[in-house]
Nanobody
């Protein structure tokens, strides 16, 4: 059974940093592509960043240069380092296993809330 557990969210002032973690189980993590998504209040879930099993990364334009996705295969964990946070980054952040077209396969975890104050 696939399980994804996100953590690391919290309250932070604009300009601050947070590091999110997602621990995965029930998959062969080293070959799995992973992604981070976020959902702001009243808005649809949006892709933030992806990382393939080979380590190739991509980012949404809104976070490029500020966020970094990485993985530690020994810990079955994917990270999202978020720097220079802005109020518009406020959202619930989710990780997901991605399929061959880098689309989310599910299941979704419960997410972790990031709230950025001005």
């Amino acid at each position: 059974q696939v399980q994804l557990v996100e953590s690391g969210g919290g309250l932070v002032q604009a300009g601050g940093s947070l590091r999110l973690s997602c621990v995965a189980s029930g998959i062969i993590f080293r070959i799995a592509a992973m992604g981070w998504y976020r959902q702001a209040p009243g808005k649809q879930r949006a892709l933030v960043a992806t990382i393939t099993g080979a380590g190739s990364t991509n980012y949404a334009d809104s976070v490029k240069g500020r966020f970094t996705i990485s993985r530690d295969n020994a810990k079955n964990t994917v990270y999202l380092q978020m720097n220079s946070l802005k109020p518009e980054d406020t959202a619930v952040y989710y990780c997901a296993v991605l399929g061959s077209l880098l689309t989310p396969l599910g299941p979704w975890g419960q997410g972790t809330l990031v709230a950025v104050s001005s």
